[in-house]
């Protein structure tokens, strides 16, 4: 399994209990399909630099995890599916 660094933006203009949902359904994608996640942070909520589908603002997570190239597929599939993600970036760390 490699290390991935996950950042991924959720729309601000929903509520609290969507949002945390949110997080859960994607941080579930991952540990269903076997992967580990190390660390997991909200980093708040914050001004985007341009709008993004009528956005100004945003809330950041990040997530740090051990996954198979498989489970980062099906995050990536699944995150520009869902409306409530406004961004995502998938980061390979280094060995």
Wanted: charged share 35%.
């Amino acid at each position: 399994m490699n290390k991935y660094e996950i950042m991924f933006i959720v729309r601000a203009d929903i509520d609290e209990k969507t949002q945390k949902d949110t997080v859960k359904t994607f941080e579930k994608v991952l540990t269903d399909m076997k992967s580990k996640i190390t660390n997991s942070k909200d980093m708040g909520q914050k001004k985007l630099a341009y709008p993004i589908n009528n956005q100004v603002r945003g809330n950041y997570y990040v997530l740090n995890v051990e996954a198979t190239a498989a489970a980062v597929k099906e995050f990536d599939r699944k995150a520009k599916i869902d409306e409530n993600i406004l961004r995502h970036i998938v980061i390979r760390e280094e060995e």
